[in-house]
């Protein structure tokens, strides 16, 4: 009878020489070892790498895990921030076959921290549907409403606000964004205010300057250079292009107030006639005094342009008080011949001719003398002006009848308005106030009224 396996096996060593028996202890010992590692290999579950943008960070022990994880630093992150936050990469697991190797938790979990990233959560603000920039929270969205709303409204005690709305529509969306893209409130409501730029051209025409086109543009003058560097001086052209950088805004504001004002209403004039004072005279007998209305408005602005106005009510506070004045009947008692008398005692020298020189038209003669010397009437007549009279400094008019006689820059003035003067009279002193280099005296001959034509005043006297 043959003898089964392993029995045969045994017999046949047993019949070996000594030889053979470490061989089989090694052999058996071999069997157990290995029958262990199986066991062993079968009992341990599979690890899973964690990878993030294709990079290996290392081996948890199971989805729960990573789950745990991300929760916990997407908590920190929020805490950081104070508000809710959004992971922005993916994170991945790959299931792996790797006895050898332990799982790495706390390798996975600082790695992650250093390495994701988080979107806070924010408002983004749309105009007419169309984002312009992200806030932080709806209540700086209130806030923004506040500040654009508030940019036109009137800080004056006689104006009351009735109504302000935006022409176009503010709205805002879940919006979720790195922090350091999220605008502060007064940046973004000078971008709404603002707006763009935009470029128009304007043709400059008769009476225009840089001043009043940057007003009517509400421009500085220093803008308009900047953006016009073709210009030299401040000096405009008819018929030149002006290159305008208008603001646009994003959001226009309209606001409706009302307005209440004191206005002043005219008085009239009565004359009457005085024998004591001469013709061309007048005098103000009784002043007149302005009547006051209160007048309220309505007042349409947007972005702090007016573009209506309607008066909604009236109250008469004071009617006006007529003024008197006389008007002199008076006849001149001696009326100029029109051969007028040198004006200045002793002759002087002309330094300055009538007409055209290089500071402009020269309305009269320079008549070069000493300080004090007698100016003199060059014919009879009354002044109608005495006292001081801008560049001219002080100065006599005399009317004569038909012609009128200036005489400036004197150092005295000898004679008062309303009095009656003989021809060759001393009236003044030669002098140098006003704008004048040197001792003169300045000597016209109008006529048609005081500041009527100018006529060359040598024409009235011989060589």
Request: glycine share 10%.
């Amino acid at each position: 009878m043959r003898l089964p396996g392993m029995q045969a096996l045994f017999v046949y060593f047993k019949k070996s020489a000594g030889w053979c028996m470490p061989v089989l202890f090694f052999l058996f010992s071999g069997a157990i070892l290995w029958g262990g590692l199986q066991t062993y290999l079968l009992q341990k579950d599979n690890l899973f790498m964690v990878e993030l943008n294709g990079l290996e960070i290392g081996l948890i022990a199971s989805e729960e895990v990573l789950d745990e994880i991300l929760t916990t630093l997407e908590k920190e992150a929020a805490d950081y921030y104070g508000c809710l936050v959004k992971l922005e990469e993916t994170v991945t697991l790959r299931e792996v076959f790797l006895p050898l190797e332990e799982e790495e938790t706390e390798k996975v979990y600082n790695q992650l921290r250093n390495m994701l990233s988080y979107k806070v959560a924010a408002r983004m603000v749309t105009v007419n549907g169309k984002d312009v920039l992200p806030l932080s929270s709806e209540e700086d969205v209130d806030l923004l409403y506040e500040i654009v709303a508030s940019a036109f409204i009137p800080q004056k005690e006689n104006v009351l606000l009735e109504n302000v709305q935006m022409a176009e529509k503010i709205s805002t969306r879940d919006y979720y964004c790195y922090p350091e893209e999220i605008s502060d409130i007064e940046t973004l409501a000078a971008v709404l205010l603002r707006g763009t730029d935009r470029r128009e051209i304007y043709l400059v025409s008769r009476g225009d300057s840089l001043w009043k086109i940057a007003r009517d543009y509400s421009l500085s003058v220093d803008e308009l250079k900047e953006a016009n560097p073709q210009l030299q001086g401040e000096n405009l052209q008819i018929g030149d292009e002006i290159n305008l950088i208008v603001p646009e805004p994003m959001v226009n504001v309209i606001t409706v107030e009302r307005l209440t004002i004191e206005e002043k209403l005219p008085f009239e004039t009565n004359y009457i006639s005085d024998s004591s004072l001469w013709k061309m005279q007048t005098e103000i007998v009784e002043a007149g005094k302005l009547g006051i209305k209160e007048v309220i408005y309505q007042i349409t602005r947007e972005n702090g342009i007016e573009s209506s106005r309607e008066i909604i009510q009236e109250r008469l506070v004071a009617e006006p008080e007529p003024q008197i004045v006389a008007r002199g009947t008076a006849e001149i008692p001696s009326r100029g011949t029109g051969s007028f008398l040198w004006p200045v005692q002793g002759g002087g020298r002309i330094t300055s001719g009538y007409g055209w020189r290089s500071g402009g038209f020269h309305a009269g003669v320079d008549i070069g003398a000493r300080n004090g010397t007698s100016v003199l009437a060059a014919d009879s007549g009354v002044v109608v002006f005495e006292g001081w009279d801008g560049g001219y400094g002080r100065s006599i008019v005399i009317f004569h009848g038909h012609y009128y006689t200036r005489y400036a820059h004197n150092s005295k003035n000898k004679v008062t308005t309303g009095q009656a003067v003989n021809k060759g009279q001393v009236i003044a002193s030669v002098g140098m106030t006003g704008r004048a280099s040197g001792y003169h005296l300045h000597f016209e001959v109008r006529t048609g009224g005081i500041y009527g034509n100018t006529i060359n005043p040598l024409n009235f006297f011989s060589p």
